[in-house]
């Protein structure tokens, strides 16, 4: 079955060092991959995508996010954290062939202490 | 407007009632979805719009729960006879069919009483 995984249901990291939000998927082919955030009663915002082409893709705000396709990852990092970073972060993947399922992870929530 | 309108964003009701909840997509995005997100958890998959093909409804929890969208635009989900489980969080979101990420609205909160 198609999945996503977001092993970490919460990340603290201190303002100013970097972060990293993992996902890793399991599908078929080579599928469309998704970094969303969502802040407090907001609905979800796109933050970056990757499709084909360089494994570092960079975003809004300053993300950036590495695909690596033998491990099957689409890791969310940032060089130095802000506490307006703070959010819950989803990753979701799109299937190829024209199929429109996103499949979402279940968040991290992320926590930047000041 | 540049974004997706969902209305209302607040909905109180007692269990019973039956309620609608509106999404206006972006113009020009052919493509409309609606998740449903409980006590900021995952989301969960309602039911797909594309275009004037038939919708994909396979996500939809029971068969209190039906969506329509008029004129390739708009669309409403309805519930009927809710219940307190439905308390959640409907999301809408839509996307150009070359682009391929989804553009969110701010979701209607409903609460069931």
């Known amino acids: 079955a198609q999945s996503v995984a977001q092993p970490e249901d919460q990340v603290n990291v201190a303002e100013g060092n970097p972060l990293t939000v993992k996902c890793t998927y399991s599908?078929?082919?080579?599928?469309?991959l998704f970094w969303y955030v969502q802040y407090p009663n907001r609905g979800l915002q796109f933050l970056l995508k990757?499709?084909?082409?360089?494994?570092l893709v960079k975003g809004s705000y300053g993300f950036e996010a590495e695909f690596n396709k033998s491990q099957t990852s689409f890791h969310l990092k940032k060089p130095s954290a802000l506490v307006s970073d703070s959010a819950l972060y989803f990753c979701a993947v799109s299937p190829l062939s024209g199929t429109y399922k996103y499949i979402f992870g279940t968040g991290t929530r992320l926590k930047v202490l000041a | 407007g540049a974004g997706v309108s969902q209305s209302p964003s607040n909905k109180v009701t007692e269990k019973g009632k039956d309620v609608e909840l509106r999404c206006d997509p972006i113009s020009g995005h052919t493509a409309l979805y609606w998740y449903r997100q409980s006590l900021g958890q995952g989301l969960e998959f309602l039911i797909y719009f594309q275009g004037n093909s038939a919708p994909d409804k396979s996500g939809l929890p029971s068969d209190r729960f039906s969506a329509e969208r008029t004129g390739g635009s708009v669309s409403t989900l309805t519930i009927q006879r809710t219940q307190q489980e439905d308390s959640a969080v409907y999301l809408c979101?839509?996307?150009?069919?070359?682009?391929?990420?989804?553009?969110f609205g701010e979701g209607s909160r409903l609460t069931v009483l």
């Open positions: 599908v078929s082919g080579n599928p469309y």
């Open positions: 979101a839509s996307s150009h069919p070359t682009t391929g990420e989804l553009f």
């Open positions: 990757y499709i084909t082409g360089d494994n």
